[in-house]
């Protein structure tokens, strides 16, 4: 049938306003009509799901996603993984996804050059299950540059494409966009697990600048930055490089900035893999020791401060904790909303606009993605309980019913006797 019918749901639209108990009717890929009240919604050609009072909302947006990371420790042991496996492993990341209602996602990098490309291209030919995707190209760094610490480490070389000057930057970005990539990564900043401090900046502004024009040379591609060090968010604002992950260390100054272009940028914290290192990384070998030893506590403790700064200045921050390593492992995605408000001070609204109105924005499709709304695409998660009262519960892949992309079900909803929502009531 071409139309399906929400019944008796209870609307998180993703506005700001509190949900509501409604009807939402869909219409091929888009959302005909959400009605405030029950019951008014009729027609017998309707495919109807009864809701039972559930939360209808928006698909999520991981902003930092790496489907070709394998919750394995090292980034070596990921890249020693042959290709074909690779692959498998990367379209079942990108389910994985879907699963848990992320809807959309923003490639941060992929582990071998054309990985990102491939999956998204098999996404979007419907061949395999996945979010709405940007493909990334792999890192690039400089000789040197966190990624190329170690050159015993052949792995290593699968990760990071390795320049030295402008005209080899040119030359790497030229060959992703002609691969097909939409995102550019750059590695700005150094990683303390790696041995390079987090506060080194070693990429200098004119292999940054030839980055940044080189890609700009193809409309619609995208700029993202591993960037923990101020300078490295410095960088960013100079340049005019579009994402910006981590931002740990930036300043006060930095921050004013940050706000005063707060529409030319996102923020992804990426605190997901920062908290884990710091206590839940020991099975691993990473103790709290370990982590204290190499700086994380004393780095977490700058994120989060920045991060209230940067909210409180207006910067757009989006989740996407750098799942994919052992101790952020696939599946555990929305732990960042949880991230959001418990280290953070978000409200469970403002946690889960940044995933869904925010994800919209960072799609570049805010005009007609992440919200409930009419004429929006369908992208539609109903949820077993409230999120508002409990964030957790987006973690919960049992109380996440169904998944709906583009209008078609990616998981058929399930209804159980008695919702979790209308016992709490």
């Known amino acids: ?58 698909g999520l947006c991981d902003a930092h996603t790496h489907f070709s990371w394998i919750d394995q420790p090292t980034l070596d042991a990921i890249g020693m993984l042959p290709v074909e496996e690779h692959i498998l ?48 190209s792999t890192e690039i760094a400089t000789i040197g540059g966190l990624g190329d610490l170690n050159p015993s480490h052949v792995a290593a070389y699968t990760f990071v494409e390795v320049i030295n000057g402008p005209m080899e930057m040119r030359r790497a970005v030229r060959k992703f ?145 750098d799942y994919g390593f052992a101790w952020t492992p696939h599946g555990t995605y929305a732990k960042d909303l949880e991230y959001f408000v418990d280290l953070f001070g978000f409200t469970p609204m403002e946690a889960i606009i940044s995933a869904t109105a925010l994800g919209g924005e960072v799609m570049k499709m805010g005009h007609e993605l992440g919200q409930v709304r009419d004429g929006f695409l369908a992208d539609l998660i109903l949820v077993d309980g409230d999120p508002l009262a409990d964030i957790t519960i987006l973690q919960d892949r049992t109380r996440i019913m169904s998944v709906m992309k583009d209008g078609v079900f990616h998981r058929e909803p399930g209804v159980p006797a008695v919702s979790r929502l209308a016992l709490a009531s």
């Open 1 to 58: 049938m071409a139309t399906t019918l929400f019944k008796n749901v209870r609307v998180l639209d993703s506005t700001g306003e509190k949900p509501y108990a409604g009807d939402v009717l869909i219409d091929g890929n888009r959302i005909a009509k959400v009605e405030r009240n029950l019951n008014v919604i009729t027609g017998e050609n309707h495919r109807v799901i009864e809701g039972h009072g559930m939360t209808l909302m928006s």
């Open 89 to 136: 492993e990367a379209a079942r990341s990108a389910a994985t996804y879907l699963d848990m209602g992320y809807t959309m996602c923003m490639g941060a990098a992929a582990a071998k050059p054309r990985l990102d490309v491939v999956i998204r291209n098999y996404i979007n030919a419907g061949k395999i299950p996945g979010p709405r995707y940007y493909a990334a």
């Open 177 to 321: 966009l002609k691969e097909g990539v939409d995102n550019i990564k750059l590695n700005l900043s150094g990683e303390n697990i790696t041995g390079m401090e987090a506060e080194r900046t070693p990429m200098a502004d004119d292999e940054v600048y030839e980055a940044v024009t080189e890609a700009r040379r193809k409309p619609g591609t995208r700029i993202c930055a591993h960037a923990r060090s101020n300078e490295s968010v410095l960088q960013c604002l100079k340049y005019g490089i579009d994402m910006i992950y981590h931002a740990s260390f930036v300043s006060d100054e930095t921050i004013e900035l940050l706000a005063a272009a707060r529409d030319k940028h996102f923020v992804g914290p990426g605190v997901a893999w920062l908290y884990q290192t710091c206590y839940n990384a020991s099975d691993w070998g990473v103790t709290p020791e370990v982590a204290l030893a190499m700086d994380y506590p004393r780095e977490l403790e700058a994120c989060i401060a920045g991060v209230k700064k940067m909210k409180a200045a207006g910067v757009r921050l989006v989740p996407g904790g």
